[in-house]
């Protein structure tokens, strides 16, 4: 968090200045806005958050609801979510509230008595340290909260409009405002009244049976055969040893069960798998009892028992493995003639099972995938075309989710007596513990995906996918940083320089010539696409790392391009500068080449591309896809 | 945090249920209250929340200033503190936006050029590991701001009554609210009105100018000569490379800064040493101008210079190394024989130098010191003669803390040319580090604290200091924790029960034997000082600490005395069972004996007594000294 360079400030420094539409932001939904997202699911409060941060920005953001989610819904929060809650500001805050899972534990049935579970194994959660972020469990209205409170505490002040239904809409590409929306109140004393409001975008997180999805003509595509499931949050007390354990358990007859532990040291999720159906027994199946399912429990259990004392929420519920037949309102011919105007994200796009705890991890990063690159076409900074690709990299991430939920699922609901090894199913989890984390989204190249051209230069950043951190020494205050987690959802784009060997103070090298381009030249990207009156780095975070010990390094003998300078005090910004050495080495550990290399993140932390320090073309053309001079 | 076991909890878990005083609180200062606390300084507001977990207390907490303090004062935080916000509820939050203090860096002349200084030594902040807790530096403001939020989320829902000062007080012991004081508004539409408040007790934060400590009849004693200081927190551009890294700074003939980095990356506060002085002279170096301050710090800077853009504050102030003659109002003659109503805390009590960044630490020890003994004996857990404890504690703690830190500013002001090696200072702060990080305290035998008989079952646990906390497996997730951050500031008494090496399931070993006595006989301390109709671990936290690995302990196995029942569902708490082993053995890292021992920690954290598995009348002994058994 850096603060106080624009004056004192005194109160939590969480707590941005309100500007733009966030002074005064009317309580009464305007008739025209930039930005209209429909829902207040994971998806859409993370583009809520996310745009707040541009209070030139006009959003309002509906929720049916009265007032907040209060139970219930998804709970699992992969690595690559919390890594998430880091850039928005609250990873720590939630971790410490949240359930934190370190071990899975399988139970089958007892060979020599198979009617008893037994523990066969225990497969530790992240056992390859693919992430230093946590895998917890929270209740998803918490995760709401926080992205909300965000969107509150940002310079827009962006709040829900609760008690409002979205309705239908229009699209006419020739108005300013192209989306025309009719919205419905259906609570408070306007109960009823249907208005009609303009927006420049639409943005639709409004769920599996999502209004905005039907409104654009889209469906779900996918198996007609559904999944049910019974779901209870119980307080209860029992002899099942591994209560506060995440656990598959599988029984001889009975079914099984996944077992999620939750916040609070009390709390447990238990899914009982009630098997497949077709939809014509989903009526049927959504009959079944509370009763039932704590009976269905208790068998699967045996010879442990519950003694239930409180069910906090339950639910019995099926779903099938489906995809959104498109996810803005382009049709497929027309992709790349004509601009979208309204999207569809989150379980809007994609349904699946609850047993990989996916959704609500792969919501929040459709919403921020698209939310940066609508900040960036409303604010003049990126063509309109960069909105293609919203649609071009979530659709290929959600297919990939369905794929691998579907092989889980039924992994997890296969009887005992299929498997080969009763094991096989945790050696599985194990093998593939890089997708339910988070970590397996590599997008293609495109205008903001780079080519492979010069992947060998660090080979430990793959271009496409997240920007993996490690530590380095901050020169300023000589202190170890994780470099990924200073990368916050603030729209920038982050240029990591890692130099060559020479000293800082030595000039005429690749890293001091690339550092005076940068800075200088008329037709470098950060001259061109950095506006004349703002913050020198208010487009391009440009960081140094150095070979160097950091006590070989003093910020006076480093390029100026690495130590911007900050409106209005024109203060001189040193902690930018970092140091591999001491014990570590960044560079070792991410492979980066000793002759050095640039590492060009995007605003969503995925890593856009690797370049020599002598590229100069190369990182004119790039960016010239995708971002506009400014004026 | 552990929640939900008295129902769902939907909302921010950290916001505990109004209850008692808190629901319905009063905007009137009423005529008669439990406690008045004056001031909303460090130790004050630690008071204000403590006692607000305990809402049948009825609390008030007066402060002059019309709202919160904006900034200034003190900044330094040492980890004994942040160990101390972890109690709290709050460590995570304020260091994610405090600086984070992780080496310092020594200056002096240059032998070759003395009229320029250069660094001559690098010291890390905690080489020896003494705490997992940071040295951190933030606005005193923000600690205020979180110590006060936590009074607010508390069942107590204590707020400060702003605006109003203490005027002055009487006690009469025979009366049931013994303290009169009489308070004035002076700000507000009640601003000259004088009004006449009764307490049971009155405790006074109101700093080194306390109108309480006045009215009690005490003053500070002790050197008459003042040290000057002018005091900067600044914003600038400079060529010194270390200014966002805590210096210490001498110069071969300007004098002496403290540098004092600070949150946010670009705020460091700079203490200019003005030299020793008489109180006649102090009206005079009150003058010293900010411009002066400046000219001098560029002066001692050279050749580096401070290009100033902002000051965020400044100040120019005295300060002499002085004692309080009392810390209650017991007079010495009457320790023991008289109850004290009314006592005072922090720089009421002892000022002193702020070159240690001492002053707010202890500060906020007295008041938790203070305010748990006056919640047990408010709520009749404990006899009144708790309460002589915090003078006899404290007063040793103050004049320690005068001691070092005459020594070290001392030692800070002296020339360069009077040490006979310029590397000696970072030799005497890296040897005396225990004491600023605030670990050095240590209270001698009294009624809460044991003797040293059995210390030897627990070397690593010296009783009187504050219980080091260490890793160990929590049984129920799995998942390694440290034990100590686990201790609440919840006014409970922390039992750690470290096994012998018997199986969990074994019965008729020293541990079993022991948590058979300890849950249900009926003079044990648990039976005999636990309410009936309440949590089983209301009043003792027990916990229990196995040898074995994780693996080899089921909750199913472990004894009743471990599992604490909890309100209203009768849910069995199976979180307070560790395992050592698995790499990690509290037992080798604290010396405890294999064949077990009881660890008993009063609720501030401080070692109260180590007891073998065998004690059961010196248990009885013990508690009895401070403990009132329930009706």
Redesign the interface.
Same mark, same amino acid.
């Given at each position: 968090?850096?603060?106080?360079?624009r004056?004192?400030?005194? %109160?939590?420094? /969480?707590i941005k200045a309100a500007a733009g539409h966030g002074i005064n932001r009317s309580a009464e939904i305007p008739d025209e806005m930039d930005v209209l997202i429909v829902g207040t699911g994971p998806a859409a409060v993370t583009v809520a958050a996310q745009l707040s941060h541009f209070p030139s920005i006009n959003v309002r953001i509906l929720e049916r609801r009265e007032g907040r989610l209060?139970?219930g819904q998804a709970d699992g929060i992969q690595a690559r979510s919390v890594e998430t809650f880091q850039a928005f500001g609250f990873a720590?805050?939630i971790v410490? %509230?949240a359930? /934190?899972n370190?071990?899975m534990c399988f139970w089958k049935p007892d060979d020599q008595h198979p009617e008893n579970i037994v523990r066969v194994s225990?497969v530790p959660d992240d056992a390859h340290g693919v992430s230093e972020f946590p895998h917890i469990y929270v209740?998803q209205?918490?995760v709401l909260?926080y992205f909300l409170s965000c969107a509150e505490k940002s310079p827009g002040r962006i709040v829900p409009d609760y008690g409002i239904e979205f309705v239908d809409l229009t699209i006419d590409d020739s108005h300013e405002y192209p989306v025309t929306a009719r919205i419905k109140y259906i609570a408070g004393p306007r109960t009823g009244e249907v208005r009609t409001v303009r927006a420049k975008y639409l943005v639709g997180g409004d769920g599996a049976r999502s209004n905005v999805r039907a409104a654009l003509g889209h469906k779900l595509e996918g198996d007609a055969s559904l999944h049910a499931w019974g779901v209870i949050?119980v307080?209860?007390?029992t002899?099942f040893?591994d209560?506060?354990?995440k656990c598959s358990i599988q029984s001889h007859s009975a079914g099984n069960i996944l077992l999620i532990?939750?916040?609070?040291?009390?709390?447990s999720r238990l899914y009982v798998d009630l098997g497949n159906l077709d939809e014509n027994d989903a009526g049927e199946i959504r009959n079944t009892s509370l009763d039932e399912i704590i009976r269905r429990a208790n068998a699967i259990l045996h010879p442990y028992s519950l003694d239930v004392?409180?069910i906090?929420?339950w639910s019995v519920y099926e779903v099938a493995h489906r995809v959104t037949t498109g996810f803005d309102n382009v049709p497929a011919e027309r992709i790349g003639q004509q601009h979208p105007r309204a999207f569809i994200m989150g379980d809007a796009c994609h349904t699946h099972s609850a047993k990989a705890g996916q959704g609500m991890n792969v919501s929040i990063q459709d919403g921020w995938n698209l939310s940066w690159k609508l900040a960036a076409v409303l604010e003049g900074r990126a063509p309109k075309s960069l909105l293609d690709t919203y649609s071009s990299e979530r659709r290929v991430i959600a297919q990939d989710l369905i794929n691998f939920d579907k092989e889980w699922s039924t992994l997890m609901a296969r009887p005992v007596d299929e498997w080969d090894d009763p094991q096989d199913l945790a050696r599985w989890y194990e093998k593939t513990i890089e997708f339910p984390m988070g970590f397996m989204t590599q997008y293609p190249k495109n205008q903001i995906v780079a080519g492979l051209e010069h992947q060998h230069l660090a080979v430990g950043f793959p271009i496409g996918k997240r920007f993996k951190s490690t530590e380095v020494m901050r020169r300023?205050?000589?202190?170890?940083r994780q470099l990924g987690h200073l990368h916050e959802a603030d729209g920038r784009w982050r240029v990591y320089v890692f130099a060559d060997g020479a000293a800082p103070a030595t000039t005429g090298t690749p890293t001091a010539d690339f550092a005076q381009w940068w800075l200088n030249d008329a037709e470098s990207p950060r001259t061109k696409y950095s506006p004349l009156n703002g913050d020198t780095d208010v487009v391009f975070d440009t960081k140094v790392i150095y070979q160097q010990d950091y006590?070989e390094v003093?910020?006076?003998h480093v390029p100026a391009a690495f130590k911007p300078i900050?409106t209005p005090?024109?203060?001189?910004?040193?902690?930018q500068i970092f140091a591999s050495g001491h014990g570590r080495d960044i560079f070792r550990d991410r492979e980066i080449d000793k002759a050095g290399a640039i590492v060009i993140v995007r605003p969503d932390q995925y890593v856009s591309g690797v370049f020599p320090l002598s590229a100069r073309e190369e990182l004119k053309a790039f960016f010239a896809q995708h971002m506009l001079p400014m004026k």
């Open positions: 968090m850096q603060f106080h360079h004056g004192y400030v005194s %109160e939590d420094p /969480r209060t139970q720590n805050a410490d %509230e359930y /934190r370190v071990e225990r209740n209205s918490r909260d949050d307080l209860c007390n002899d040893p209560f506060q354990v532990p939750r916040e609070g040291g009390y709390l004392k409180s906090a929420w300023a205050d000589n202190r170890w006590t003093e910020p006076g900050k005090f024109g203060l001189i910004d040193v902690n």
